[in-house]
Each structure stands twice: as C-alpha cells, then as structure tokens.
C-alpha cells in the first residue's frame, strides 16, 4: 500500500495508452461481488467514509483525512451535477490528470454558488489548506501544487472547478515546457471551424519536424500544443508562436485572425498566439469547464478533429465527465507526449 505517493516520472516500459484509471491502494474498494455499486458513490470512492451531518463527509484516501461539505449542492443547475459529482470526477479522473499538475502553479476558478453563480480566480494558495498540500512561491504568490489526489479532491471540495495552470513547472517559471495556441472562434463560427485551422496548423507543424497535440477546450474552441521539454524561454516561444499565427491568417485570410481586435473576429477563427507567457494560464488538459453542462477539455486524436471538420458536427467534439472518464479508461492518456517529447525550436521566416 502506498502511502501519500506522489508523481516521479513517466514510465518507459508502458504506452501512453496502456495508462488506465484505476483506484489502488488504501482507495481500492472491497470486492463484494456487487456489480451494482456506483464507482462515483463516496464508498467506491474513499477507504473509508464517516457521514457527518449537513450532508457533511469525513473521508480518508491515501491516508489523508478530509472532510467533505454540501456533497449533494448543485454546481450545474441545467443537469444537477453536485459537488460530489464534482469530487468524484477529479477523485476518479486523477490518474491521468496529476501527470499534467505536477509542478504546475495552479490558478484555482472558484464557484462556490454554481457555474450560473460570481466565481473568482485564486492565486494565491488558500491559508486554511491542509498541511500536507504542497505550494511553491513565485514572486509574491504562494501557488498550490496538485501533486497528488488528496489534493485534488481538497480542492474539488473548494468548489474549485476549472484548474488553470502554467506552460512551465514551477523550478523554471521563466521556460515554458511547451507551446499553446488557442483557436477561438467568433461566432457564428465555431469548433467545426476551429478544426479546419488546427489540421492546417498540424501540418504546418509537421512541415517544421514538429509533433503537435489537439485537445479541446471544454468550451466552444480547439487548443493545439507543441511539446518541447528542452532548455528555452518565452522570448524564444512567445514570437515563434506569433510568426506562426500570422503565417496561418496569411494562408487563411477568410478565416483565421491573428489579433484579438473585435470588429475582426465575427467569422473567423483567433489564433490566440499571447497565452504563451509566463504571467498566463490555460484550462489544463481534463480540467471541467463551467459550461451550462459538465464539459471537459478532452485530449483528441488528429482523426478526430479531422471527422468533426468532414462531417461538420461539433457533437464529436464535446465531452461531458462521464464520457471522459470513459475515455481515459479505454484510450489511457492520449495528451501524455506533452510531457515526454524533445523538440527544439526551427527557424521560421
């Protein structure tokens, strides 16, 4: 049994879609041969659950203790989605997320009335956290680090719904592990629209030598990542990804804009090329989105996105929780190159 792990590495000797959610140790239910109990209950979840009073938990996993407040509150009014459910998706999801946290400043988004409700950003890492959650200080800002899934459901239960994070780890906030650009559309375009740039994009990048991943982003656009993992900086990144995006408005006038002025965007497709700065986060990979319904920004397939762009249904490209802890069960993790892929930077003119 482990007690408090936390993430070390990637593993050679399995393929990233080898990876399956599982819950293990400590956490791992008692098999009782009932095939009818719900893996999002607290008892599916947690090695050991006391139930309090005001719909109130005292739960243990990984030999943590925490206690759990208004299980049965509604975040997303339009499905009923609760903050157990909340907790349960991160609880389950955990597995596969925590590799794209570790060592990440995490911005919380709060919504401690609903997604239809005031939220706030946190930066800076709630005073009242449990000892045992990690934080790292950059500048004046006492960040939270996601390292393990206590921490995870700790902050599910902050009612903390989106986890926006850094392109770098925290050692190295001045060099980013990796280039974002996120296509947003301006209505009445959209995702359909967003997959049209990002398979040019991708071959854009493949004409570079570079890998690219796509995933959504859990609300109406498409984000495409560019893995580096070697020693550079934003001065480098920032106006490679500029270049980049004005190459793609030059090739695409009709329907890609570079700049974020207003009266250009109806129609067309931003290439927001800015979030690659050490000051920006993004939604992170599996993070849930308040939406009106519980999205979830899912890693894709380049066959994906190409199927929702031929059969122009942005459906394909839209998942709830379930769907994506469905996915991951049986795709593994299909964003884990992020993190191990070596490129360097080309030339671009």
Not at 148 to 154: A, E, G, K, M
Not at 207 to 233: C, H, I
Request: aromatic fraction near 6%; glycine fraction near 6%; proline fraction near 7%.
């Amino acid at each position: 049994i482990m007690r408090a792990p936390s993430f070390k590495g990637l593993r050679e000797d399995k393929s990233p879609r080898e990876v399956r959610i599982e819950v293990v140790g400590e956490d791992a239910p008692e098999a009782s041969g009932d095939s009818d109990v719900d893996p999002s209950s607290p008892e599916a979840l947690f090695a050991s659950v006391e139930r309090l009073a005001a719909a109130a938990l005292l739960v243990l996993t990984e030999g943590r203790e925490l206690k759990i407040t208004n299980w049965d509150k509604v975040l997303y009014p339009a499905t009923g989605f609760t903050k157990g459910d909340l907790v349960g998706y991160y609880a389950r999801i955990a597995a596969v997320v925590l590799p794209h946290l570790h060592d990440r400043p995490l911005t919380l988004k709060r919504y401690p009335n609903g997604v239809d409700e005031k939220y706030f950003y946190e930066k800076q890492s709630p005073s009242h956290r449990p000892d045992w959650v990690q934080t790292v200080r950059i500048g004046d800002i006492n960040y939270t680090l996601a390292q393990d899934r206590p921490t995870l459901i700790w902050l599910a239960n902050l009612a903390d719904v989106e986890l926006h994070t850094s392109l770098s780890l925290a050692g190295r906030p001045e060099r980013p592990t990796m280039m974002v650009f996120d296509l947003d559309p301006g209505a009445p375009a959209g995702i359909v629209e967003c997959c049209e740039v990002g398979l040019v994009l991708h071959g854009l990048f493949e004409q570079l030598g570079l890998e690219s991943v796509a995933k959504t982003s859990g609300s109406k656009g498409l984000q495409v990542y560019v893995p580096l993992n070697v020693p550079v900086d934003y001065r480098a990144t920032k106006p490679f990804a500029k270049r980049v995006a004005e190459v793609l408005e030059q090739r695409l006038p009709e329907l890609v804009v570079s700049r974020m002025t207003k009266r250009l965007r109806p129609g067309k497709v931003l290439v927001d090329w800015s979030q690659n700065d050490e000051h920006k986060t993004t939604a992170n990979v599996y993070s849930l989105r308040a939406r009106e319904r519980p999205t979830v920004s899912t890693p894709v397939t380049w066959d994906e996105v190409a199927a929702c762009r031929e059969q122009r249904d942005e459906g394909l490209l839209t998942f709830e929780s379930d769907e994506m802890l469905v996915r991951a069960d049986e795709q593994g993790d299909l964003f884990a190159r992020v993190l191990s892929v070596k490129q360097q930077l080309p030339a671009l003119r």
